[in-house]
């Protein structure tokens, strides 16, 4: 028996742990310290009620035999896989039902396409990243490049004619960072992705934040990019769904690779794999784009975004450059007086008893930067606004 020697390749993410650690080393020397988590990457607020109404009558159908659901259709039912296409219907973006596949989250989709390709592709990921791009890569051996965000392309990279890449991410609005790509912007990367052979994964599992008219929900905004891009969401983010788990990707029908239909491939990988999401779950989530659901869904979301606008508001006052934030809940800062990632979540917790997260974290080039987030409640994080403004003003 030989084990893959690939997970020694991996990097110890120590991140959120060390976070922990830290924090709670100071708050044992300091029991009285009224600590404020802006690190959270986890929604805080309560499930829309038409979802749970929704669950509930599902729940209760399993009580009769004709409402009974065992085993259901590999792709998702086709009442959710409808709803999700007219979510996109309505925002004006063509993408049919049936190629929309339903799943238990996008991590699982973005880690479980790989399937599909080959070891030997070469893989761009921007830095800094959302660290499953790479681990699942890494994972299998797969070569993995970095296309660098900085202050300079403002945290969104952008395609490089002279770069060799096979399999490409692109996570907008960003995790961490809060960056979004214009339509302009996805242009670029999908004619290069059309004229290198390329493929796009395009996660857009915080589509729901955006409010600028200019930046895209959908990488299927633009065009052409059904011929090189799988779109991955979730509920997630949306309608809080982090422990409920439902999300989707969609496979356009010309995403077509030396006579392949990459839609065929994920149906055969999904049928083999993996047995279907809930149908409780399906049934929520159905409800989470009904008009009520809608709603309260975006009710959540502006709750999120107030916070981001507490958190912004104050970086302005301050001078601080920041990205993210708008179309965002997260915002990634730059750590004031030169301070590094580390120094600078040491002084926030011990000046302002406000824990963050190193943006060298997430990547070589989150260093000296910091990432706060919107998933608190308003009294905490206007709280914690007011003690940064006091302490770096
Ligand atoms: N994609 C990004 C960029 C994320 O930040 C997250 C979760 O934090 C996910 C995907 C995971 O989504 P899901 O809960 O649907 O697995």
Redesign the pocket.
């Known amino acids: 028996m030989k084990l893959n020697g690939c997970y020694d390749d991996l990097k110890d993410s120590y991140l959120f742990h060390t976070v922990a650690v830290r924090t709670g080393e100071y708050k044992e020397k300091h029991p009285d310290a009224d600590i404020i988590k802006l690190g959270i990457?986890d929604v805080t607020r309560p499930l829309p009620a038409a979802c749970v109404q929704a669950m509930k009558a599902a729940c209760d159908e399993q009580l009769t035999v004709e409402g009974f659901r065992g085993y259901g259709p590999y792709e998702g039912f086709d009442f959710l896989r409808e709803a999700i296409s007219g979510y996109y219907a309505r925002r004006g973006t063509k993408v049919a039902a049936h190629e929309i596949y339903v799943s238990d989250?996008?991590?699982?989709d973005?880690g479980n396409i790989l399937d599909l390709f080959d070891r030997d592709n070469t893989v761009l990921v921007p830095d800094p990243v959302?660290p499953?791009y790479v681990d699942t890569n890494v994972m299998c051996g797969r070569k993995v490049i970095y296309a660098q965000a900085n202050r300079e392309n403002g945290f969104l990279p952008m395609p490089d004619e002279a770069v060799d890449a096979d399999l490409i991410y692109i996570?907008s609005p960003n995790?961490p960072t809060g960056a979004a790509y214009t339509r302009e912007a996805l242009k670029e990367w999908v004619g290069y992705a059309n004229s290198h052979g390329a493929l796009i994964l395009y996660?857009a599992?915080?589509e729901a934040f955006v409010t600028d008219p200019s930046l895209a929900r959908s990488i299927y905004e633009i065009e052409d990019s059904r011929y090189c891009c799988i779109e991955?969401c979730?509920?997630?983010k949306n309608a809080g769904f982090?422990g409920e788990?439902c999300?989707w990707c969609v496979l356009p029908d010309e995403l077509v690779v030396n006579g392949k239909k990459l839609a065929d491939m994920w149906l055969r990988r999904q049928s083999t794999r993996y047995n279907g999401t809930p149908y409780v779950i399906q049934r929520g989530a159905e409800a989470a784009f009904s008009a009520e659901g809608m709603i309260q869904t975006a009710e959540n979301i502006e709750y999120y975004r107030k916070n981001a606008r507490m958190i912004g508001g104050c970086l302005d006052a301050l001078g601080i450059y920041y990205t993210g934030g708008v179309n965002s809940p997260y915002i990634w800062m730059r750590c004031p007086d030169g301070l590094g990632s580390w120094e600078f979540f040491d002084l926030l917790l011990d000046k302002c008893r406000v824990v963050g997260t190193p943006g060298e974290g997430f990547g070589a080039c989150g260093k000296g930067y910091f990432r706060l987030t919107s998933f608190n409640t308003h009294e905490k994080t206007a709280e914690a606004a007011d003690r940064i403004r006091k302490y770096f003003g």
């Open positions: 990457g989250g996008a991590k699982s973005i959302y499953v996570c995790n996660d599992a915080y991955f979730s509920f997630s982090t788990r999300g």
